[in-house]
């Protein structure tokens, strides 16, 4: 009897494949396969005398396997299912990001002042009231044998805050599996069980050799149903999902759901290509657009894990962003290409190299890169190695050597403004969409500015404006206007209509707020902003 599964999710969310929390016998549904006729191929047509031949297809598609029986039967042994039990004291968020709110039990919408509305809210109150007892969560994902002497992987977010961990075989052995090392960034754990006899393991295979339309496996415990297996092709590849700044999933249509979180996307030739770590839904179900962590980006954390429990990544100290063709227009660049600086580290490595921000860096090594590769190129190189880096710096290219750094521990993110009021001596800028105001006392003690905060403050934004579209709010600090510094408001009048008389197609601001610094284009149309 299948099983139904008492669990809620948010609409439309780039979700981690977060565990299954409880499971209860549910009712038999059974759906007939539709009679559908064979298609008809129709033959191929000669062209008429004179006339030129049809283009051809680089290569001809190949049909389908006639079974995956025999790889999945070959695979299986070495998919595990990992189950978690966690403490949830009263007042804690119970499971974190996406293991809670989404899928603990919530309480049903019965009619206003019916008895079920009391008695459940009773219900709730003493669960949760501060006499409370500490409750046992328990939660359910996958993971993989790599090695036979019981080592595994799985995400991080399956494990996250466990207080045990427990591995069930293939053959329904259980063992108790204890945490070598996790990787927040890339959303990686590595376990060890120990075992009697070697483990069925299954090797990595080369994620880069992977085509979009190659075929797939997925195999995994979705929903608590152990030795899953499912298939479908490469959707896509090179996908970033905001979940990190090492984002670069490859996409998958081989159904993937809850529970699958930590369970290998396997090649043809039975080697892992991918962890399954993500699903994009509207209902919390697969609708065939599954995200896993390439197994080119994989296996270098992992053998870290395994040797040190942590990770280290090569660093620079910069913040960067993509050159799209609005800031390629504002900086005078022929094409929308590298990746621009918007702020680096006072005493970072490229500080130490003298990069700048506004500096565009194009070449890695001598080879092309855009903004969004950057962090994951660089994260793989060792610290102390020294890198060539190609930028361009307002209209000349240089080579600079930079000697990378380690990436330092995560620091506490500053306060977030608070913003209260308007600025006094706020300017509009027309045809942008916001006014500016000098930043003295009276913006900084309702701005939450620091006392030393260079630019102008953002006081207000159109509500159907440029800004808006763009992200700012009032608040934000205007620090640099086509790589000039500003200091009042009619500095930035200035430069937007020094712009305007070179007849630049974009303008670029660059914005400091509690998230950091970032170049925000704006289009430059008639309207002179006086």
């Known amino acids: 009897m299948p099983l139904s599964v008492p669990v809620f999710f948010r609409p439309f969310a780039v979700a981690g494949l977060a565990s ?41 598609g190949r049909g389908a396997p006639d079974s995956f029986a025999d790889l999945a039967a070959r695979l299986l042994p070495a ?50 009231g501060p006499d409370a007892a500490p409750r046992k ?26 207080d045990q961990i427990t591995v069930t075989l293939q053959d329904n052995t259980v063992l108790k599996a204890r945490l070598l090392g996790h990787d927040d960034r890339t959303d990686l754990a590595v376990l060890k069980v120990d ?13 880069d050799h992977a085509r979009v339309g190659d075929w797939v496996l997925a195999i995994g415990n979705p929903f608590g149903l152990s030795g899953t297996v499912t298939a479908g092709i490469v959707s896509s590849r090179g996908r970033n999902i905001e979940q990190g700044p090492y984002d670069d999933f490859i996409q998958t249509d081989a159904p993937i759901n809850k529970g699958n979180s930590g369970g290998p996307l396997f090649d043809m030739q039975g080697q892992v290509i991918g962890i399954n770590t993500a699903i994009f839904s509207p209902s919390g179900g697969s609708i065939g657009i599954g995200f896993s962590i390439p197994s080119a980006e994989a296996r270098g954390i992992i053998d870290q894990l395994r040797r040190t429990g942590k990770v280290s990544r090569g660093w620079i100290g910069v913040r960067i962003q993509d050159v799209t063709q609005e800031i390629a227009d504002g900086l005078g660049l022929k094409a929308a290409h590298g990746a621009l ?22 070449t890695l090594g001598g080879k092309d890169i855009d903004g969004r590769a950057l962090p994951r190129l660089m994260a793989d190189v060792p610290a102390g190695q020294v890198v060539k880096l190609g930028i361009w710096r307002h209209g000349q ?21 608070k913003p209260e009021a308007k600025a006094q001596g706020s300017m509009a800028l027309k045809g942008l969409g916001f006014t500016v105001g000098a930043i003295d006392d009276v913006a900084r003690q309702k701005y939450n500015l620091a006392e030393g905060q260079k630019g102008v403050v953002v006081t207000a934004t159109a509500d159907d404006g440029p800004a808006a579209d763009r992200g700012l709010r009032a608040g934000d600090v205007i620090t640099e206007v086509q790589q000039s510094e500003v200091a009042s408001p009619a500095d930035v009048r200035r430069l937007v209509d020094a712009a305007r008389a070179q007849h630049r197609r974009s303008v670029l601001f660059l914005v400091q707020n509690a998230d950091g610094l970032r170049w925000v284009p704006f289009p430059l149309g008639g309207d002179s902003g006086k």
């Open 20 to 60: 299954v929390l409880s499971l209860a016998a549910g009712g038999a549904v059974r759906a007939e396969p539709a009679m559908v006729p064979h298609a008809v191929v129709p033959a191929p047509v000669a062209p008429a005398p004179g006339a030129s031949a049809p283009a051809r297809l680089p290569a001809p």
């Open 79 to 128: 998919v595990v299912n990992v189950s978690t039990t966690e403490t949830v004291k009263v007042g804690d968020a119970d499971g974190g990001d996406d293991d809670g709110g989404e899928d603990a039990p919530q309480i049903p919408n019965f009619p206003q002042g019916s008895p079920f509305e009391k008695f459940f809210h009773d219900f709730m109150n003493r669960q949760n």
């Open 137 to 162: 969560m328990q939660a359910l994902g996958s993971g993989f044998i790599v090695d036979p002497s019981g080592i595994i992987v799985t995400n991080n977010h399956v494990i996250r805050h466990a």
């Open 195 to 207: 075992s009697p006899h070697p483990l069925p393991a299954v090797t990595f295979g080369d994620s």
């Open 341 to 362: 600086i918007a702020g680096v580290e006072p005493k970072g490595p490229a500080a130490s190299a003298k990069l700048q921000t506004g500096d565009v860096i194009q």
């Open 397 to 417: 290219i240089l080579t600079v050597p930079v000697t990378v750094g380690a990436l330092p521990e995560d620091t506490p993110e500053p306060p977030a403004p």
